[in-house]
């Protein structure tokens, strides 16, 4: 997970109505249009010019309210290789790691919008290539570790049967 | 071993003492999904290779937020959550009936019991002492398929409620006052007990409101203790055998505990766009904000004591000319109560109307989408950008009283100027 991507920059408290507006619900039996609509709320560029391998970066709380899914499943579907925020909402986390997508808790003060980055999940570090910061980070608790090694949480249950806590 | 309420209720479950930060692995009582996260929960235990549940009897799915349906792609998740209940055996709560949480409180949560929700105001279930919290479609799935999860066992942060409400001043306005103290994430990861003096004199629906909107502060559930006025409650729902007394240990070590004096508050508004937001409604920045839509009703503030308190205020009046009053019941037994108590009659002669029972025009899916730039101000519990359907808009929250006030009005309005 070292090759480098855009940081794309969010605010603190990104609500998963803004990731994923619930006038968009019907678009539910349709990802490739749902997934034009990625945090469109939020910022309106995004969806439609992230590159696969690119980070979303943002401040504290990212994930808050709603427990739809969907929200970190088309985060993952647009291209980002993970977000990066200083906290989560505790249901976002749970379901990004269940989608596959990573979820990075790390101080991102002085990320800048378009830094190119790269990323050591194994090793815990995040690097910004642009201005030369460097930090690490706590890795995710071992049930977590092994589901999103895993794919997600589907393809944990159906390797090991139960959850392999 | 002096315990907080989450670690009372997991140690039982799990059969050993647990301390937070502790990963553990939890057998759940009852697992739900409702119309907007069953779909993908179903197409996740197919995925499973499901052949049947081993306890039907913990399994619910709910239709309450397109409800009845609003267009045809929820029609047909509707048929595909009936069709799938009917043929593995497991409760079907269909249009009409209401939202999830509040029928889970008046019909199933029990006092020590763990309970998954496909939806985050699960945690509203924690108002019988129930240890009630919402997760995405794939975890609820997989409690579902294995009858366990696992759960981080959350630190505790106790809020000590003490004295009198004033006149026009609610449990709602309590907890967005809670909520405006600590933030929108001052309670991630960590569970809310809510206790003291003036707590222990509420009715259990007055308390609803509390764990509710404690994922508002990002909680992993809101908890109340089981007493005396969850007994009371519990037996007026014909569920007196579901009581239990239980209760986290008053000096149980904890990460954080505020002293509330409810005697001291003004009645509270949020404003947009975040819940934290909350001001006394005498502050400048809502004074005369001028109100479009008011909207009564939810798992927050849906039940029959809410609408009895906006009807005290409605009755005999008429809503300001240009602000539109919907109401909603959270269930079908709030609906026939409050048509005995001729409750609707009130609102509909003051110039509103009344839907089914239902979470309503709160998700932004149907039944109330605002107009760019409108503003809305109702009893939900989250005022987030685009959540009633339009990002252009603006969405306050209140108590009932303050929504019913500012109908009449049509500017936010101190529900003191109009509450005896």
Same mark, same amino acid.
């Given at each position: ?6 940081? /794309? ?59 739809? *899914? ?6 993952? +579907? ?31 003060? !002085?990320?800048? *919008? ?7 999940? #194994? ?7 642009? =201005? ?13 570790? *092994?589901?999103?090694?895993?794919? &997600?949480?589907? %393809?944990?249950? $159906? ?7 | ?5 989450? %670690?009372?209720? +997991? ?71 009936? %069709?799938?209940?009917?043929? /593995?055996?497991? %409760? ?33 279930? &924690?108002?019988? #002492? ?65 206790? &003291? ?14 764990? =509710? ?24 729902? @014909? ?31 949020? +404003? ?39 009807? !005290?205020?409605?009755?005999?009046? $008429? ?22 108590? @001729?409750? /609707? ?59 019913? #006030? ?10 003191? *100027?109009?509450?005896?």
């Amino acid at each position: 997970m070292n090759e480098r991507g855009r940081a /794309w920059l969010f605010a603190d408290n990104i609500s998963t109505d803004l990731i994923f507006p619930g006038r968009y619900v019907h678009l539910l039996s349709n990802m490739p249009e749902l997934v034009q609509h990625t945090l469109e709320d939020a910022r309106s560029d995004y969806a439609t010019s992230v590159k696969p391998g690119d980070f979303v970066v943002a401040g504290d709380n990212f994930g808050m309210g709603s427990s739809r *899914e969907q929200a970190p499943v088309i985060i993952k +579907l647009s291209g980002a290789r993970a977000v990066l925020a200083k906290s989560f909402a505790r249901i976002f986390f749970r379901n990004a790691i269940n989608v596959g997508l990573a979820a990075i808790e790390v101080d991102t003060t !002085g990320i800048n *919008e378009g830094d190119s980055l790269s990323v050591d999940l #194994a090793a815990g570090h995040v690097k910004d290539h642009t =201005n030369g910061i460097e930090r690490r980070f706590e890795p995710l608790p071992p049930i977590m570790t *092994e589901i999103l090694a895993d794919g &997600g949480l589907i %393809e944990h249950i $159906r390797k090991h049967g139960d959850f392999n806590l | 071993m002096l315990m907080t309420l989450v %670690e009372k209720i +997991l140690a039982q479950k799990v059969g050993h003492d647990v301390r937070p930060g502790q990963l553990v692995m939890t057998p759940v009582d009852q697992i739900f999904a409702h119309d907007l996260s069953g779909p993908l929960a179903i197409t996740q235990l197919r995925s499973l290779g499901f052949s049947g549940f081993k306890h039907p009897e913990k399994v619910r799915f709910f239709l309450d937020h397109a409800s009845p349906s609003s267009t045809v792609t929820s029609a047909n998740e509707h048929k595909t959550i009936r %069709e799938f209940a009917a043929e /593995w055996g497991v %409760e079907l709560i269909d249009v009409g009936e209401g939202i999830c949480h509040q029928i889970m409180m008046e019909r199933y949560a029990r006092p020590g019991e763990i309970i998954i929700g496909g939806d985050s105001h699960t945690c509203t279930g &924690g108002v019988l #002492a129930a240890l009630a919290t919402g997760m995405g479609s794939t975890d609820t799935a997989v409690a579902m398929y294995l009858g366990r999860t696992w759960l981080r066992v959350p630190e505790t942060m106790r809020f000590v409620i003490s004295g009198k409400l004033p006149r026009g001043v609610y449990s709602k306005d309590v907890m967005l006052y809670m909520i405006g103290t600590i933030g929108s994430g001052g309670a991630t990861y960590r569970s809310m007990e809510f206790v &003291g003096p003036a707590l222990s004199g509420w009715s259990v629906p007055e308390r609803a409101v509390l764990p =509710n909107m404690a994922v508002e502060a990002g909680a992993k559930c809101g908890l109340c203790p089981s007493d005396d006025k969850t007994r009371d409650y519990l037996t007026q729902q @014909g569920r007196a055998g579901d009581y239990a007394p239980l209760a986290g240990d008053p000096d149980a070590p904890c990460a954080f505990e505020m002293k509330i004096d409810a005697s001291t508050l003004e009645p509270q508004v949020a +404003l947009p766009h975040n819940v934290d937001l909350a001001v006394g409604v005498t502050d400048a920045k809502v004074r005369d904000v001028r109100v479009h839509q008011v909207y009564l009703g939810t798992c927050t503030n849906g039940r029959i004591e809410d609408f009895r308190i906006a009807t !005290g205020i409605l009755k005999g009046n $008429r809503i300001a000319n240009g602000t539109r009053l919907i109401a909603t019941p959270a269930s079908r037994q709030v609906y026939l109560q409050g048509l005995k108590e @001729g409750l /609707w009659t009130s609102i509909i002669e003051a110039g509103g109307l009344v839907n089914s029972p239902g979470c309503g025009a709160c998700p932004g899916v149907q039944t109330g989408i605002l107009g760019s730039g409108e503003n809305c101000l109702s009893t939900m519990n989250r005022n987030f950008k685009g959540r009633m359907g339009n990002p252009e808009a603006f969405i306050y929250l209140a108590s009932p009283a303050t929504c019913a #006030a500012s109908a009449l009005t049509g500017v936010i309005t101190d529900p003191r *100027e109009v509450v005896q």
